[in-house]
């Protein structure tokens, strides 16, 4: 074996036990587009993986689906190391555009939609969780709240909800 | 006198021969002659009458007028590094054309069409060796199907056939904790992949040491 080859082999062990590539890690990757079906094209760090479509997003939330802009950030894994299975995970940093949780559009959906809308108003930036958990745990019983106006603060009471049996939420 | 072995006309002192049922067959060799072929230099393997391989040369070295090398089936590419691609919606043969274009090696005719024509929703090749991106290319289509090289060099994937090979044959040494036997046969006939005594042949190594040639034989 010639001196270069044996440089080249050694380097190539080297870096490979330094920074092994395979398909169980998770890679931070830049949202370059989301489709009409919510799959993502996205763009990996490391030069190693290749950019990539149709990528499902998994929110870690029951039948919950997301809207995001370009240049989000997420960490981009493979289900059971299948190379057939990308996806999408955990977001660095993201801008979200639209939220829904399960499926069943009703009232509610339109009342807390105001809610959120006004909140974002109120700060400026969305962040989903926090009023989003404040808009759903408001108090029970009583009627439904017929308006909501600008003033509200995160987690500030909006009203009384009747008993919801579906949970759709949308922001938007 | 001819000899019993060759490589590349060169006539061979000892061998060992490594043909794993998955994977890819190694020869090692002490070569009669101070000029062993070059490495990366394709070279042709004869043994006894019956048996040829086609490979390339990993390693040689000449030493005291005598030779050693060891040479690795087809073009010893799947070593090379892929180029990071996703695929959508493709045949499993597009991938695995790729993956060869990357490794310069070359696809046996008799290779499962059936497998070949499997459709892949989605695949991403990393920039990985081109040897365990084949074999995670594979084994997405089952664990019945494998791969390795023939000995013409050429790669052979899909589900085993397990055609009968029938030497004439003594037999030196049975090993039960290993399931394997060690046999005397003049042609090397045995390959992975076949039947032998009524049983499937796992992996096989050819020797010959000091004069004698010797198969060894594992069984699935």
Known sequence: MSVDALKKSITGFIN??????????LYSSKVVQQDADL??????????LPGMSKVPINLGIPGATAKVQAGARALLGF????????????????????????GTPNDFVALAGKVLTELQKIQGKFDAHTH?????????????????????SPGQSVGSIPSVAATTVKVK | MSAFATVDGAPVIDLKLTMPRVGVWVFEAGLDTD????EGKRVAIEIGSQLSLSGSAEVS??????SVTRVRAGAGGLGKVCTPKHYKSVPLKLVLSDLLSTSGEQLDT?????????QLAQWTVLAQHVGPQLTRLLASQGTEVGWRFLENGKLWLGRERWSSKSPTFELLHQDPLNDSVVIFSADPLLVPGAT?????????????????????????
């Open chain 1, 39 to 48: 799959s993502l094209q996205v763009t990996p760090d490391d030069p190693r």
């Open chain 1, 16 to 25: 490979g036990l330094l920074a092994p590539i395979d398909y169980f890690a």
């Open chain 2, 35 to 38: 000029a062993p072929p070059a």
């Open chain 2, 196 to 220: 032998f005594s009524g049983r499937r042949v796992s992996n096989v190594q050819h020797s010959l040491i000091e004069g004698r040639f010797r198969s060894r034989v594992w069984f699935e």
């Open chain 2, 110 to 118: 008799t290779a499962e069409q059936a497998v070949l024509n499997a």
């Open chain 1, 79 to 102: 289900a059971n190391g299948d190379p057939s299975k990308p996806r999408a995970f955990l977001w660095e940093s993201a801008t979200l555009t639209e939220l829904t949780i399960g």
């Open chain 2, 61 to 66: 070295q000449a030493r005291f007028g005598a």
């Open chain 1, 132 to 152: 989003l958990a404040g808009a759903l745990v408001a108090p029970s019983g009583g009627g439904p709240v017929t308006g909501v106006s600008g003033g509200l």
